[in-house]
């Protein structure tokens, strides 16, 4: 049997969470800092990537990724937002999105951490 890396796996993504919103709060901070140019970590599929780990499919009735692909565009520097009259290129606007974003997928990893848990629970629970 392979190991379950699951909660390795949400740990890193917890660890990767809490940098990028103080990533967000030192944006937030520094909005008002003349020059000062907002920062972001890089997308958490990249952390992912560099861990050679993949999504497989064990089982035939697991969904097929590939006809679940969801068309994206690039940003155009027009598509931006507005910047600070103090030259500094933090987008209040902007941080309150990506701090709503880091909210949501922390609740959302807590939320798969604790139903795996409980699983796991009734699984120890049910073979005694």
Do not use: C
């Not at 917890?14 to 940098?19: K, T």
């Not at 000062?36 to 050679?52: E, H, K, M, N």
Request: no cysteine; proline share 2%; net charge negative.
């Amino acid at each position: 049997m392979a190991g379950v890396y699951l909660f390795d796996l949400a740990s890193q993504q917890a660890h990767y969470l809490a940098v990028r919103q103080a990533t967000i709060a030192g944006n937030v901070a520094n909005a008002n800092t003349p020059d000062y140019r907002a920062r972001d970590v890089v997308p958490f599929a990249q952390v992912l990537a560099r861990t050679g780990l993949e999504m497989a499919a064990t089982a035939s009735a697991h969904l097929d990724g590939e006809g679940l692909r969801i068309p994206v565009r690039t940003a155009e520097s027009r598509d931006g937002w507005d910047v600070l009259e103090t030259s500094s290129s933090v987008s209040l606007e902007q941080e309150m999105l990506k701090a709503s974003d880091v909210s949501r997928e922390h609740s959302l990893n807590a939320g798969v951490v604790k139903s795996f848990h409980r699983m796991l629970m009734a699984a120890v629970r049910g073979g005694a």
